[in-house]
């Protein structure tokens, strides 16, 4: 079977092989192996760069947790998102997010948006990478079907008002007052952020790095709670410390 693919990570197999992690188009996330990889002579050449795109033959077979993969034709290799690290980091969360969480079947949407956004970040001036990553990251949860609930009370279904509200990571969305109780609130300013990041159609929130820092550590909790189940994403990690601002 040919279809469209993105390698997400790739893991070397025994002497000369390697395992390959694919985000497709007609399969969603597969594994499988590349025989030969490694070997001086291999027929893959050095096609499999993580981030790089192309065109993949695999021999599939339903049920099957590794499939052969016969060849990789790359069309696209993303150099540009080695040469800004942000990109790059916030790149491999998306990489990340989609081999755990996206289903091993035909799942479009996914793939189309984490294609996009690889080229979006690959484009962005260094100064738009933030929030241009935060609105890919909250619309590939939202794809997956993890959206946040911005408008209804979480807990009784009541109607949240526009302005101050309590958004709670690990309930999923917002609280209504008689709900919330002493929670921590979410500013009016930062809950219109939020919406904006959510909606595609909308223009970009302007953030500092303050309010940004914060979006990203509400993300995070997010995914951890409803997409996670509580495990370590070690790039997630990595996003969040940020150690290249600190170089």
């Not at 499999?48 to 049920?63: C, F, M, P, T, W």
């Not at 595609?200 to 302007?206: E, G, I, K």
Request: aromatic residues 6%; contains cysteine; proline residues 5%.
């Amino acid at each position: 079977m040919s279809t469209p693919a993105i390698v997400l990570a790739t893991l070397r197999y025994r002497e000369s092989s390697k395992i390959v992690r694919l985000a497709t188009l007609e399969l969603g996330v597969q594994s499988v192996i590349a025989k030969g990889a490694l070997r001086p002579k291999s027929r893959f050449g050095a096609a499999l760069q993580v981030l790089s795109e192309g065109s993949a033959i695999l021999h599939y077979r339903d049920r099957r947790e590794l499939q052969t993969l016969a060849s990789f034709d790359p069309a696209t290799v993303r150099v540009e998102l080695a040469e800004n690290l942000a990109a790059f980091a916030t790149a491999s969360v998306l990489a990340e997010m989609m081999l755990r969480f996206s289903p091993s079947e035909r799942h479009p949407e996914s793939y189309h948006l984490i294609r996009q956004g690889l080229d979006l970040l690959g484009a962005s001036p260094p100064e738009a990478v933030d929030v241009v990553g935060l609105r890919l990251l909250w619309r590939l949860v939202s794809v997956l079907g993890f959206a946040p609930e911005m408008t209804s009370c979480v807990r009784d279904g009541a109607d949240v008002p526009t302005g101050a509200v309590v958004f709670s990571p690990e309930e999923g969305g917002v609280l209504c007052r008689s709900c919330a109780g002493s929670a921590r609130q979410l500013p009016d300013e930062a809950r219109a952020d939020l919406l904006a990041l959510l909606d595609a159609s909308a223009s970009l929130p302007l953030l500092d790095e303050r309010h940004a820092t914060a979006h990203r550590r509400l993300l995070a909790r997010y995914v951890e709670h409803h997409l996670a189940e509580g495990a370590q994403l070690p790039a997630m990690a990595f996003w969040l410390g940020r150690v290249w601002e600190a170089a």
